[in-house]
Structure formats: structure tokens, C-alpha cells
């Protein structure tokens, strides 16, 4: 084949993603000067796509995972149209649809926020699971492929091993990941870093490997189709490329494979833009211009692509015509709304773990979400994600037919893995933890907040309660750190997180309801290990009593007038102040009104007036936590006071540690007496 136009089209890759940095005067040029090759020809060659519609749901995923090679995709995707040269001229710049490392946007062909190196090539194992999924259930007329785009620091970082073990253990076929090999990193050579075999690492994992040079055209044609053949095994392509093709000096020497240019523009790394430019065939005076024959050469890429998809649509056609049912179907599927679910059908018992009463609404879900797929980190049995896995099967190598991931002890993987699986669309990902990994988990939830996935998080074992199990496996100041995405917001201005930690078993149903139809951001949910005795409830069941649990906080017992102290408190706490206030009622003749607030986030979205109704302005409010008191100092207010935990926990059964950390009804009376006195 004649690769003139093809190299050509490289070289307007690279003279676009050099200039973009230029102008921004900040920014990745090397990387993207040296990938511009492989993206140039996937895209043109082997990527399917939908031109007329982004979203169309059997396209070819593209996952780009280090993101500060930001200019190459966006220079790529400008060929296709998805980005003007007024736009690429804007790189970095406010407003601009050209951040520095990109941000979703389907609509302009952006698959994945990325930026973390590592997680945007996990991303890439949790959509080729989702295409595998539903392939199994829907038929192969709708099979497409994932390709994922890496460098030396993605895998490096360690959530490279549980991507690579992950996807070679299940034989995921569709993926083909491509290894930006060109040995040089931000502030140094990847010699001075590593030594190790990767190919030989991603083939004891399973994987098919081949290593070419990653900036010959043919080696890289012949690469993905030999990639693309392979289906019994993941591929990864380790491209040997040169940082900064192409970079010149200003008296035309040569300024390839600096470690100066992987981080900062040309010209500051030592190279001569404007020569660069024209040793590339552009104009230096004018670099931000597709060279005409470039533009054509993509509009047959476009024609091409619009005859593949309108025969890949007729094939669908066909079988909605041949299968009704299984259609409508797929469409609500892939609609992302929540399912419609009986909730009152869920039978509770009474007095459980919070952890138990998940299982049974996961149990439930197994029977009634097809979509739903449930992970856990090898702890299934007592997150009691178990309850959704023993209604169904866990993923094998070529059998999809169940729906649950084994992730193993990788609670980062599994996070960024359902985030793939929500990017991909149409599956519902849960996954399943102690609290206290959710440690480990941050990255990837921070992302999926601001890429607003609805990746439901199940944590178990809340708070120093785990009891013997010792200080390492108590959540202390977890629950506040999560809980400070509550009150970041997203680029659509709403809530970036939905936390939720409910006070009994009723609660946990309707925390699950929450969770199930919040479709626009992430959702933890935070449970207990230990039993929990239920709330009472006075004029209404407890289960009627507890959907108020909707606006993230409410009422438990009420007062006639003006409370002398309101008490407040998530999860097992509620019931410590019930019995506390017991106590206080009948010997202290004192009135107190109890709240139960397992989300101040969706609280704080409420009428003020509502908020002021559940804790009112000017009155006593004491909180409860077994975290930092920090978690509750927003609910109590200036005046308010919190009893919470200040130190880490220690080895004791957690009745004994209620007792010695002061979890007692006793002591919230001392407490709450103590506190009122200030206001005598």
C-alpha cells in the first residue's frame, strides 16, 4: 500500500499537537509526536464509527489513557471534524472543549476523562467486558471491538498488573491495547526506572503480544490485524516510537528522543518550532491547517465508515424485526434510566446488619435487573454481595453468561473496571468492599464523580465495630473524606457524589432505591457489620416511616413544639440516640427530637424550609458519629456539638469498644447534659 497520504496524514498530526503546545505554552508535545502514527491509522483504518452519530452504542471504543497526549487525540479527531482549528488553537484555555488532559464528551468522540495514569486502560477492560455481556445476551450482530492507548508511566503504575490479570483471566479478545514504548519519560529514560520484560509480563497473563516499530504504517496495519484476529486472547501492540518525530533545531538537526520535550513546548525543550513545522511539509507561519489532500483522505475514512455502519444497522434492523422483545429490551438497556423495581416487595427482617439487609436488595436485584453487574474484592461472602452471587454466576474465560466479577484483592482495579463498564453503557456496575479499602478505591471514584458514571459502591464493615479485626480494618475518617464529594460539584453543577449510610434495615431498602435511580453520578452506600436494632416509628410502619430517608435526612421522633435538643446521627448511631433520648425523656423530662441524616448532601438540596423543620435554627443539636466529628459538623451547625471518634480504634469485640469509645445510651445522656448546660 501506499502510505504517502497515510504518513502525511501522521505529519499533520504531529505539526497540530507541536503547535497546539506552542501557543498554550504548556503541555505533552513529545509523546504525541511519536504516537501520532499508530492513532493516525486506527482511526482512518481500523476504528469503526458512526460519522453522523458519536453515540451510536456498537461503535469501536477508543480509550486513551495517559492524558497528557491530550494533543494527538484532539489533533486526530479534528480530521474527523469533531474539533476546529479555532478550537485546537485554544488548547488549555478557558472554556475551551480542549483541556489539557481531555474530559469526556462523547459527543466529540472522547470516550474517558483521563489524566491518572493507568486507570484509562482499565477503563478498556470494563467496556470490553460490557460489549461481552451484552453480546451474550443480545448475539454477535452487535459485537464491536475496545482499543486502549498506554505509555510506559500507565504501566508502571500498579493498576496496570490487576488490568492485564483481569483481562487475560477472562480472554477478553475484543480488547487491543497499544504500548507507547518510546523509553522516555517526564524527567528521565525508562531505563533509569525499569528494567523489566512486558512482553513477557502481559503474556504469563495471557495476553498476545507483538513488538514492532510503532511509527512504520505497515508494521502497524499488519500489528492490528493480527491483534484484531485474535480472539481467544487480549493483544497488546508494544510500539517502539520516537519522542518528538520529527522535532528539528534551529539549524535543522535533529531533536528526537529528548527527555525535554515528553513535558514542555518545543521550543522551551530546545527545538525550533517553525523549523519542526516546515521539516513536517506544514507552514510555519500558518500551522493550524489540515494540508487539502489530508481532508480528503478523511472523507473517504468518513464514507467508508458511513457504508460499514448503515450494513451494520441493517443487520440490527433485521433482528429487531426477528426478536421484539429482546429489542425493547436492549433499548431500555442502553436508555441508562433506572429500572422500574418493586421495592416494597423486598422483605426486610428486622433488626439485621445493614450489610444483611443489602444482600437481601441485591438478592432481589439479581431476579429483577438483567443488566446489573456485581463485583467484589474476594470479600463477597461478607460485603454480602453473595447475595446477588448466589443468584447467579461469575465471569469465565469465554462465558459471559453470568453476571458477576470475581476482581479479586484489587479494590482499584475493580473501581476503574466499573467505570468502564459504566462508560460503556448499558450494564449497571455495583462493586463491593470493607470501608476502609475504600482507601484504596479514590482515584477511581474521584473519577467517576467527575465523569458523572452511576457506579454504585457497596461498603461494608463502617466504622470501628469491625472490632477485633484491629485498627487497620476500622474506618475512622473515611466517612468524611467521602463525604466531601457531597459537597464538591460537577460540571453540571449537581452533587458529585451520593453518600448514604442508613440507621436499619428499612433504610437500607430506600438507600438502595436512591442509589438505583440516581443515574447521573456515583453512589456509596456505607454499612454495618454488626447488628442494628430497627427505628421506631409512631403513627405509621417503620418502612412507610423510612422512605423519608429520601430527602437525605428526616424525623425520626418528633416533638410538640420547640425541641429542648435535636439529635442527630447516620447509620448505628440513630439508634444509640433513640436510646439516649429514651432516657432523657423519662427522667429529664426533657424534649428531643431525633433526626436520622444518611446523606447531608441530598439534605442540603431540600426547601430551607424543610431543612430548618428537621433541625431547627437556635436550638441545641448534638451529634453522634462513630468517625471524626468533622463528619457531622455541617448538620449540627455553629452551636451544635458532635460526640465522634478523634483517634484510631483498637482490637476488642465491638461491644466492648461501644463501651470503652463511650457508644453507649448512658453516655450520650452525660453528653447531652453536659452540652445543654452551656446554654443555661
Not at 506552542?22 to 508535545?29: D, F, L, N, Q, Y
Not at 468522540?109 to 470490553?128: C, D, K, M
Not at 499488519?222 to 528539528?248: F, H, N, R, Y
Not at 449497571?428 to 459502591?457: C, H, N
Amino acid at each position: 500500500m501506499d502510505n504517502s497520504i497515510v504518513n502525511k496524514a501522521a505529519d499533520n498530526i504531529r505539526i497540530l499537537s507541536a503547535a497546539m503546545v506552542e501557543k498554550a505554552g504548556s503541555g505533552h508535545p513529545g509523546g504525541a509526536m511519536g504516537g501520532a502514527d499508530f492513532i493516525n491509522i486506527l482511526f482512518s483504518e481500523f476504528l469503526v464509527f458512526d460519522p453522523k452519530n458519536p453515540h451510536w452504542p456498537n461503535r469501536d471504543r477508543f480509550f486513551l489513557d495517559p492524558g497528557h497526549m491530550s494533543p494527538m487525540l484532539y489533533s486526530s479527531l479534528s480530521l474527523l471534524g469533531d474539533y476546529s482549528m479555532e478550537e485546537l488553537e485554544n488548547f488549555r484555555q478557558w472554556g475551551s472543549p480542549t483541556p489539557g488532559h481531555p474530559e469526556k464528551d462523547v459527543e466529540r468522540r472522547v470516550e474517558n476523562t483521563s489524566g491518572p495514569l493507568g486507570q484509562g486502560h482499565t477503563f478498556a477492560v470494563g467496556a470490553a467486558i460490557a460489549e461481552r455481556f451484552l453480546v451474550e445476551r443480545f448475539g454477535e450482530w452487535m459485537a464491536h471491538k475496545t482499543f486502549a492507548y498506554i505509555s510506559d508511566g500507565g504501566v508502571q503504575e500498579e493498576i496496570s498488573q490487576g488490568a492485564g490479570r483481569t483481562a487475560g483471566f477472562l480472554g477478553l479478545g475484543n480488547l487491543t491495547m497499544f504500548f507507547d514504548s518510546n523509553d522516555i519519560q517526564l524527567s528521565s529514560e525508562t531505563k533509569d526506572v525499569e528494567n523489566e520484560d512486558t512482553a513477557a509480563k502481559y503474556e504469563a497473563w495471557g495476553w498476545h503480544t507483538i513488538t514492532i516499530d510503532g511509527n512504520d504504517a505497515d508494521a502497524i496495519r499488519a500489528a492490528l490485524k493480527e491483534c484484531i484476529a485474535e480472539t481467544d486472547k487480549p493483544s497488546l501492540i508494544i510500539g517502539k516510537t520516537t519522542m518528538g518525530k520529527g522535532a528539528v533545531t534551529e539549524s535543522g538537526e535533529s531533536f528526537e528522543r529528548k527527555v525535554s520535550t515528553h513535558g514542555q513546548p518545543l521550543g522551551a525543550a530546545g527545538a525550533s518550532l517553525g523549523k519542526t513545522i516546515a521539516h513536517l511539509g506544514g507552514d510555519p507561519e500558518n500551522p493550524f491547517q489540515i494540508f487539502p489532500e489530508v481532508a480528503d483522505y478523511y472523507k473517504e475514512v468518513m464514507a467508508k465508515n458511513e457504508k460499514i455502519v448503515a450494513e451494520k444497522k441493517a443487520v440490527e434492523e433485521k433482528w429487531a424485526s426477528e426478536n421484539p422483545e429482546l429489542s425493547e429490551k436492549l433499548k431500555t438497556f442502553l436508555s441508562g434510566k433506572a429500572p422500574d423495581i418493586d421495592y416494597a416487595s423486598i422483605i426486610q427482617k428486622e433488626n439485621i446488619a445493614t450489610r444483611a439487609s443489602s444482600s437481601a436488595v441485591l438478592a432481589h436485584f439479581a431476579d429483577h435487573v438483567e443488566n446489573m453487574i456485581v463485583s467484589s474484592a474476594d470479600l463477597s461472602n461478607s460485603d454480602k454481595t453473595d447475595g446477588f452471587l448466589k443468584k447467579t454466576t461469575s465471569f469465565k474465560k469465554g462465558d459471559f453468561s453470568g453476571a458477576f466479577l470475581q476482581a479479586g484483592v484489587s479494590e482499584l482495579t475493580m473501581a476503574a473496571i466499573a467505570n468502564g463498564l459504566a462508560l460503556h453503557g448499558g450494564v449497571i456496575p455495583v462493586v463491593g468492599t470493607f470501608f476502609v479499602f475504600s482507601d484504596y478505591m479514590k482515584p477511581a471514584f474521584r473519577l467517576a464523580a467527575l465523569m458523572e458514571l452511576p457506579v454504585k459502591y457497596v461498603w461494608t464493615h463502617d466504622a470501628f465495630r469491625v472490632g477485633e479485626d484491629g485498627p487497620t480494618h476500622q474506618p475512622i475518617e473515611q466517612e468524611a473524606q467521602v463525604r466531601l464529594l457531597e459537597h464538591l460539584k460537577n460540571h453540571s453543577g449537581n452533587n458529585s457524589f451520593l453518600v448514604l449510610r442508613p440507621a436499619d434495615a428499612p433504610e437500607t431498602t430506600v438507600s438502595w432505591k436512591m442509589a438505583m435511580e440516581n443515574t447521573n453520578s456515583p453512589t456509596g452506600l456505607i454499612l454495618s457489620r454488626q447488628n442494628i436494632v430497627n427505628l421506631p416509628s409512631v403513627d405509621k410502619s417503620r418502612v412507610e416511616a423510612s422512605k423519608e430517608a429520601e430527602k437525605g435526612a428526616y424525623i425520626v421522633e418528633a416533638v410538640e413544639g420547640t425541641p429542648d435538643i435535636v439529635f442527630v446521627a447516620s447509620g448505628s448511631e440513630v439508634a444509640t440516640l433513640v436510646e439516649g433520648a429514651e432516657i432523657l425523656r423519662k427522667e429529664h423530662n426533657l424534649k428531643v427530637q431525633i433526626v436520622s441524616a444518611p446523606s447531608e448532601g441530598l439534605f442540603r438540596n431540600q426547601s430551607i424550609a424543610y431543612q430548618k423543620e428537621v433541625i431547627p435554627d437556635n436550638v441545641p443539636v448534638f451529634g453522634l458519629t462513630a468517625g471524626l466529628p468533622v463528619t457531622l459538623k455541617g448538620l449540627v451547625g455553629p452551636i451544635g456539638e458532635v460526640f465522634g471518634l478523634g483517634h484510631f480504634g483498637y482490637s476488642a469485640p465491638y461491644k466492648v469498644l461501644d463501651e470503652k469509645f463511650g457508644y453507649t445510651d448512658k453516655n450520650v445522656v452525660e453528653k447531652a447534659l453536659a452540652y445543654l448546660e452551656t446554654f443555661k
